[in-house]
């Protein structure tokens, strides 16, 4: 899932991750509440809700209607125990040290990379190896 309120970005993000070969299926959404709604009709839909959810979430933190730190609360709040292996990377152009630091202080937060996303840093993301550290894994990447 791409959370990115950028219709531009989000066709560059789209195009960089099917030519890296990186996921089967890309579900674009434009904001915060997009993303909660996909997960909330996901849950009352699916038979196996955790089976059928993105692995992996790439989240935008400012956006408009409702922003990156906002989606991160609610979905700690609703839908993190029914959703534990879902991973989030925090894709934005924000260099504020504090909220990084309060970003990646969340256990499903993978990582916090700049934007724009790149093939380098998809092949990390590939590379990555995953570590238990309570239900929601702590990721170390190749070469850190």
Known sequence: ??????????????VLVEQA????????????????????????SAEEPATDSPDLIFLDLNMPVMGGLEF??????????YFPMTGIVILTSSADPAEMENVKQRPMVLDYLAKPLSY???????QAVITEKGPYGTVTFAGS
């Open 1 to 14: 899932m791409c959370v990115e309120d950028d219709h531009l970005l989000q066709l560059f993000f789209n």
């Open 21 to 44: 070969d990186f996921a089967e299926e890309i579900i674009p959404v434009f904001n915060g509440r997009e993303a909660l709604s996909y997960y909330k009709d996901l849950l009352n």
């Open 72 to 81: 991160l609360n609610e979905f700690e709040k609703q839908f993190l125990d």
């Open 120 to 126: 380098g840093m998809l092949d990390d993301l590939k």
